[in-house]
């Protein structure tokens, strides 16, 4: 089986790559439309799904993989902003707080009748009383594109506190999930997955790993 990955995201692909596995990238065409009532959790878990059925309904002798991260902040479901504007908003209620990111991993092959999707999920602490670094943050314009208008492996790492958790499921592709996920369905993993958090190869990956 060729392994897939249902995603544009370049730091998903770079995260993947981390695993010495060969793969192609075929981004699903699954659009995100948050169900009414769900969970973030759940959410997550449904787009991750439905990004890798999408794309396995079409290589059908392959095995996909679909990822989705959301941000949980009392309770709602938070996506990307839609301007700097709204971005500034975001990380002025996240100051100070602590927030969940969950990272769904989902693997399918039509072929095989492989459907599965398990989810991680990393509590975050931004550091409070950072009105005066937003401007310079949001003029790098990395909010644009993040959930929760921050982007952990990047400036807004400056941002972070402390994670209770993994941190790549914060960057988005939980690399110790993806790893168990792909050998349960028998697709082996050519790294040591342990000596690969103790070296922590990927940007900012050292400052907040225990």
């Given at each position: 089986m060729?392994?897939?990955?249902a ?5 998903r ?31 997550a ?30 309770g ?19 100051a ?19 459907g599965?999707?398990e989810?991680?999920t ?6 409070a ?22 982007a952990?492996?990047?400036?807004g ?5 402390r ?8 960057v ?20 040591d ?12 990956w ?5």
């Open positions: 060729q392994l897939v990955l995603s544009s995201s370049p730091r692909q770079e995260l993947l790559t981390l695993l010495g596995l060969p793969f192609e990238v075929c981004a699903s065409e699954f659009l995100e439309h948050p169900m009414a009532g769900w969970p973030p959790l759940e959410q878990k449904h787009f991750a799904y439905e990004k890798a059925r999408c794309v396995a309904q079409v290589r059908p002798q392959d095995l996909v993989l679909g990822s989705d991260t959301v941000i949980e902040f009392d709602d479901l938070w996506g990307k902003p839609f301007d700097l504007a709204e971005a500034r908003t975001m990380l002025s209620r996240l100070g707080r602590d927030h969940h990111v969950h990272t769904a991993i989902s693997v399918c092959c039509h072929k095989q009748g492989i599965r999707v989810v991680a990393t509590r975050v602490t931004m550091k009383d950072l009105e005066h670094a937003y401007s310079r943050y949001l003029a790098s314009q990395e909010s644009l594109g993040k959930a929760g208008a921050y952990i492996q990047g400036l790492g400056e941002l972070v506190e994670i209770d958790g993994d941190y790549t499921t914060v988005g592709l939980p690399l110790k999930l993806v790893a168990c996920l792909l050998q349960s369905v028998g697709y082996p993993i050519p790294v997955i342990e000596e690969l958090y103790h070296r922590k190869p990927y940007a900012n050292s400052r907040f790993a225990a």
